[in-house]
């Protein structure tokens, strides 16, 4: 079955230290894999995508991602936490059928990140 | 551009009342969804379209109805609305159905079921 994991509910870190929000997928073909932000009361935004290429991604607001194959990961990382970063953080993968890759996202269930001061 | 607009960003129904949540993209996207957010269960996806007059389910479709007659409209109808479908609502649209565009979502309907 095909699906994406989100370990933790919520992170928590103080400003300025590095972040890490953990993702990991299940998916029969190669993946593509999206990080999304969700602010309170607002629709999700897009950060990044890995679809194929340099395992590390860059992103939106200083984020990034790394890929890996062997543990069938995709954690999203910023070296330096915000508070403004606070914020709800989906991970998603695009699913495969046997046709190959659908037009689906599979999201995770979210992990709440709380930057404190 | 607007992007992904939503209407209305409240809604408070009584059980057996229908209604429907309206979608408008300006971007020219090919591709519509509609999601709904539950706590501890992420998105998940309630119908999609690939393009005018094509539609097709999602992973949670019962109890919904769409049409999508323009690119750029991509209306939601709850029939007979229930308690569990209390939910928040996103639209999200993208460039094409089987690229790895990114996906945009509307700003979303937080629907409560009496």
């Known amino acids: 079955a095909q699906s994406v994991a989100q370990p933790e509910d919520q992170v928590n870190v103080a400003e300025g230290n590095p972040l890490t929000v953990k993702c990991t997928y299940s998916?029969?073909?190669?993946?593509?894999l999206f990080w999304y932000v969700q602010y309170p009361n607002r629709g999700l935004q897009f950060l990044l995508k890995y679809i194929t290429g340099d395992n590390l991604v860059k992103g939106s607001y200083g984020f990034e991602a790394e890929f890996n194959k062997s543990q069938t990961s995709f954690h999203l990382k910023k070296p330096s936490a915000l508070v403004s970063d606070s914020a709800l953080y989906f991970c998603?993968?695009?699913?495969?059928?046997?046709?190959?890759?659908?037009?689906?996202?599979?999201f995770g269930t979210g992990t709440l990140l709380a930057v404190q001061p | 551009n607007a992007g992904v607009t939503q209407t209305p960003k409240f809604q408070v129904l009584k059980t057996g009342q229908s209604m429907t949540l309206q979608c408008a993209q300006d971007?020219?996207?090919?591709?519509m969804s509609w999601y709904r957010q539950d706590p501890g269960m992420g998105l998940r996806l309630i119908h999609y379209?690939?393009?005018?007059?094509?539609?097709d389910q999602g992973e949670v479709p019962n109890g919904y109805n769409v049409s999508r007659s323009t690119t750029e409209d991509f209306p939601l109808r709850l029939l007979s609305a229930a308690p569990s479908q209390t939910s928040v609502y996103f639209c999200?649209?993208?460039?094409?159905?089987?690229?790895?565009?990114?996906?945009?979502f509307g700003p979303g309907t937080r629907l409560t079921v009496l």
């Open positions: 971007m020219n996207h090919e591709y």
């Open positions: 998603a993968v695009r699913g495969f059928n046997y046709g190959g890759a659908t037009n689906k996202l599979i």
């Open positions: 379209s690939v393009g005018a007059g094509i539609t």
């Open positions: 999200a649209s993208r460039k094409g159905s089987f690229s790895t565009d990114t996906q945009y």
């Open positions: 998916v029969s073909g190669n993946p593509y």
